[in-house]
């Protein structure tokens, strides 16, 4: 063997022990561990070998099941079951399991845009390779109908936002200036509510509801005296111009009932505010206690508004930046905000408070005066003070809303609030043909996040099991006991709380508030209702207030 060959394999043996060796004492200790992140370079690598590692064939296979109400059910059931102890219920893979194996397990909302039908199902189907993902031993169609659902995640908030985006720099332009690059968004947007809050009746004379030409002791005004028609779903009340501010006309209409009704806030047992103003609907302007959640950019000292109603600058903030330079940065998503931020965009506006710094310029107003996008509603906005215990032209004593637009000061107590879930997680703001927007109708809603003896609950074999009702009825509906119609927005009629609490019977014998068993059950009492939820042995007698 050759002198020089033999000096050379030496070397190489000694430099093979040596790095075998500091491998040995600084590397292999704690290799083994799960804590560390993943580096970045092997997230890239690993990933692109996954993306790689399904066969053609299978990588452009298409879901077979188109995305019905029954089939989205199907998939969240076997979501919740089989893969929300990982993954989370929004898929989001916020769990002890999902934040604590090597490698972490993905944020599928995100993850899932970059990838096919077929790679999806082939990931569930065949598992992946040195990860926690274990392969699936289902029915195709089963694989097929969670793939489905993945598509259509719940839209939840993180602790901590996604987004760095500022408007800073930015005014306002409307939302026609949107509509050129977001046409389908922009057409569903414009038929919702929200888009026509407040119509002018001279431009759009449908928007008024009821006959003018019916005589009522009532109504002591004529369509040529409203300026501005607001509400379309369960009032409607007409504001008259003088100078340069709007004034609510002394009388309103109840959709509901189809009757009309005296319009006027009295001084004392309702709205905070109504002490600091005459009582006088004519020396109440709507600019302080209405206009700025009915348009967008209202300005307190001039009272002019970039565009009436809840545009979508409302939202996203100014837009002119973005407008010109279409950039992720210089427009503001709140799906991509933390969770509090993220409800903020709602809250601002379906919520009881009062600015912290009441008087502005001599008047009292009733919206967060300088709040936008970008900024931290606290500084703006205080909810309405909750007194355990008292009943309030507000609240409940047990701190549920008493009356209309409180979704906000109801969701911030909630469980669901805590968790990420938001406003939009439900709702679609930019419009579908659900009421009030919703995502999905009646419990497939709910079921996409919860399920039976899922680990978001109920903890029961099936929906009726829980409810103790039959599957088809009212009693077996998620928002009839979670979400009761008790909270007054005209009248009797009422609508749905949202701390998403069960009220029990004991609570009503006890502070008053009303139970959802006895508004389906009129007829019995609260007593009645709770010897009921006794003999349901799997409920507990501590949560139900029975002991």
């Known amino acids: 063997m050759p002198r020089k060959f033999a000096i050379g394999l030496l070397a190489v043996v ?85 934040t604590n194996v090597y490698p972490r397990a993905p944020a599928l909302r995100q993850a899932l845009p970059a990838l096919t039908d077929g790679q999806v199902f082939t990931f569930v189907h065949d598992g992946i390779r040195n990860t926690a993902m274990p392969a699936w031993h289902l029915p195709d169609n089963d694989i097929w109908q969670i793939v489905l659902f993945l598509r259509h995640l719940p839209p939840t908030a993180a602790r901590e936002a996604e987004q760095t985006a500022s408007v800073a720099g930015s005014h306002y332009v409307g939302s026609a200036a949107c509509q050129s690059c977001h046409t389908e968004i922009f057409a569903r947007w414009r038929k919702t509510r929200m888009a026509n809050v407040v119509r002018d009746p001279r431009e759009h004379p449908e928007a008024f509801i009821p006959d003018f030409s019916k005589p009522d002791p009532l109504l002591t005004f004529t369509k040529d005296d409203v ?72 300005d307190i000292a001039t009272k002019t508004v970039t565009e009436w109603n809840v545009g979508c600058e409302s939202c996203h903030g100014a837009g002119s930046d973005h407008a010109a330079h279409p950039l992720r940065t210089n427009i503001i998503n709140p799906a991509r905000l933390d969770y509090v931020a993220a409800n903020d965009t709602c809250i601002r506006c379906h919520s009881q408070g009062r600015p912290p710094t009441n008087p502005i310029n001599g008047k009292y107003f009733d919206w967060p005066v300088g709040f936008h996008m970008g900024l931290n509603l606290s500084d703006f906005w205080a909810l309405e003070t909750y007194k355990p215990g008292e009943a309030t032209f507000m609240q409940f004593p047990d701190g549920t809303s008493h009356k209309n637009r409180m979704q906000g000061n109801d969701f911030v107590q909630s469980l669901m609030y805590t968790r990420g879930v938001t406003c939009f997680s439900c709702h679609d703001p930019h419009g579908n043909d659900n009421v009030s927007l919703l995502r999905a109708r009646g419990n497939s809603l709910c079921l996409t996040c919860h399920g039976p003896n899922a680990q978001t609950g109920p903890f029961a074999a099936s929906i009726e099991a829980h409810t103790h009702h039959k599957p088809d009825s009212t009693g077996s509906l998620c928002v009839s006991c979670h979400m009761p119609k008790i909270e007054e927005t005209l009248g009797d009629v009422k609508v749905h709380a949202h701390t998403f609490r069960f009220i029990t019977p004991t609570e009503t014998q006890t502070l008053e508030i009303p139970n959802a068993c006895n508004l389906c059950h009129a007829d019995k009492t609260p007593a009645w209702a709770s010897d009921i939820l006794k003999s349901w042995k799997d409920r507990s007698p501590w949560r139900m207030g029975n002991n």
């Open 14 to 98: 000694v430099v093979l022990a040596i790095g075998g060796g500091l491998l040995f004492r600084n590397a292999l200790p704690g290799l083994s561990s799960a804590r560390p992140a993943p580096p970045a370079i092997e997230i890239a690598v690993a990933t692109w070998l996954l993306l790689h590692s399904v066969p053609a064939a299978d990588a452009e296979r298409v879901n077979p099941l188109s995305p019905t109400e029954a089939g989205l059910a199907a998939g969240a059931a076997l979501f919740q079951q089989n893969c929300a102890v990982c993954h989370g219920f929004d898929g989001g893979g916020r769990t002890m399991i999902g």
């Open 227 to 298: 300026a501005f028609v607001y509400g379309s779903r369960w009032k409607q009340r007409y504001f008259t111009k003088r100078g340069d501010d709007y004034f609510p006309l002394p009388a309103q209409w109840d959709i509901t009932n189809h009757r009309w009704l005296k319009y006027h806030v009295p001084l004392t047992g309702g709205d905070w505010w109504a002490p600091f103003y005459p009582d006088d609907n004519m020396q109440r302007p709507t600019g302080p206690l209405c206009d700025g959640c009915h348009s967008v950019n209202y």
